[in-house]
């Protein structure tokens, strides 16, 4: 246990809402939100039902001190729906690791679980930062290339994905983006608002 726990964002501080969703890459989001945590931003993860199938929200609570949506029912006190607060609040919409299904949601603005209602209603002013995983196959369909278009001409920006050894066995395109490098991204992505 760390003698000297970091201390909480300072009020003020940048919202990061950190989507994630089910690919086996869920696991490094754990460590992006403690990255984007000690670098000072208030981090709210936001939990697909696919990306629990993977990790818990327990890491996440604990790393970003905030609680973890699971669900677009969860409700925190207060009268405001927790997804339209969060919206509300962001300065980035970072989604880490994001799969061929969250990105054509967005793509056709569908609004079916916690994460995606927050992409439809975020505040204008706010950045999206997509960072992919996926098989290298469904990266490259031609479905999933005109998503990306759709949202890239919307104003978000994809970081990755890169090339490896996948999951699924293959060798090509399709892992998750470092996460120090998604973090670096983020950061400077906060400092333009």
Same mark, same amino acid.
């Given at each position: 246990?760390?003698?000297?726990?970091?201390?909480?964002?300072?009020?003020?501080?940048?919202?990061? $809402?950190?989507?994630?969703?089910?690919? $086996?890459?869920?696991?490094?989001?754990?460590?992006?939100?403690?990255?984007?945590?000690?670098?000072?931003?208030?981090?709210?993860?936001?939990?697909?039902?696919?990306?629990?199938?993977?990790?818990?929200?327990?890491?996440?609570?604990?790393?970003?001190?905030?609680?973890?949506?699971?669900?677009?029912?969860?409700?925190?006190?207060?009268?405001?729906?927790?997804? $339209?607060?969060?919206?509300?609040?962001?300065?980035?919409?970072?989604?880490?690791?994001?799969?061929?299904?969250?990105?054509?949601?967005?793509?056709?603005?569908?609004?079916?679980?916690?994460?995606?209602?927050?992409?439809?209603?975020?505040?204008?002013?706010?950045?999206?930062?997509?960072?992919?995983?996926?098989?290298?196959?469904?990266?490259?369909?031609?479905?999933?290339?005109?998503?990306?278009?759709?949202?890239?001409?919307?104003?978000?920006?994809?970081?990755?994905?890169?090339?490896?050894?996948?999951?699924?066995?293959?060798?090509? $395109?399709?892992?998750?983006?470092?996460?120090?490098?998604?973090?670096?991204?983020?950061?400077?992505?906060?400092?333009?608002?």
């Amino acid at each position: 246990m760390d003698a000297n726990p970091p201390s909480p964002p300072p009020t003020g501080a940048p919202v990061v $809402i950190l989507g994630v969703t089910g690919s $086996i890459a869920a696991h490094k989001a754990v460590d992006l939100a403690s990255l984007l945590t000690k670098q000072g931003c208030s981090v709210h993860v936001v939990m697909t039902a696919d990306a629990q199938r993977f990790v818990t929200a327990l890491p996440f609570k604990v790393l970003s001190r905030n609680p973890v949506v699971t669900d677009l029912y969860d409700e925190t006190e207060g009268w405001k729906p927790t997804h $339209i607060e969060l919206a509300d609040a962001a300065d980035l919409l970072l989604i880490a690791p994001a799969t061929a299904n969250v990105i054509a949601k967005m793509a056709a603005g569908l609004a079916d679980n916690a994460l995606t209602c927050i992409a439809l209603a975020l505040n204008p002013q706010a950045r999206v930062l997509i960072a992919p995983a996926m098989n290298g196959k469904m990266w490259l369909h031609p479905a999933t290339r005109q998503n990306v278009a759709t949202l890239t001409a919307r104003g978000a920006e994809f970081i990755g994905p890169e090339e490896g050894l996948l999951s699924c066995g293959y060798e090509g $395109i399709g892992r998750l983006w470092p996460v120090e490098k998604i973090a670096e991204r983020a950061l400077a992505l906060l400092r333009k608002t």
